[in-house]
Nanobody
Framework: QVQLVESGGGLVQAGGSLRLSCAASGRTFSSYAMGWFRQAPGKERDFVAAIRWIGGSTYYADSVKGRFTISRDNAKNTLYLQMNSLKPEDTAVYYC??????????????????WGQGTQVTVSS
């Protein structure tokens, strides 16, 4: 079992920044990859960013490239998402997730085994 707890969400004006954190506990030594997804009201959950735990390869949705940065602290078992130049369309509940098995793709929700409870990010115009 893996437990994931997100934090760092909040209300920010357009153009501002937030840093989300995702603290992992449990079978974290088995993590293959971790990712961030988001879901806006009335919309499907979308991929935001992901990172492979070994090697550190990163992947981003086109909508956040150049503005968001995913990173990890292995010693703290914590995943981060630095979000800069935020836009109103970034408003959503942000979820972190972890995959315990090697996957060809880590940009789809079906590749992940455990999810956090989510943290709300609201960007005002």
């Amino acid at each position: 079992q893996v437990q994931l707890v997100e934090s760092g969400g909040g209300l920010v004006q357009a153009g501002g920044s937030l840093r989300l954190s995702c603290a992992a506990s449990g079978r974290t030594f088995s993590s293959y990859a971790m990712g961030w997804f988001r879901q806006a009201p009335g919309k499907e959950r979308d991929f935001v960013a992901a990172i492979r735990w070994i090697g550190g390869s990163t992947y981003y949705a086109d909508s956040v490239k150049g503005r968001f940065t995913i990173s990890r602290d292995n010693a703290k078992n914590t995943l981060y998402l630095q979000m800069n130049s935020l836009k109103p369309e970034d408003t959503a509940v942000y979820y972190c997730a972890t995959s315990l098995r090697a996957r060809t793709s880590i940009t789809t929700g079906s590749s992940y085994d455990y999810w956090g409870q989510g943290t709300q990010v609201t960007v005002s115009s």
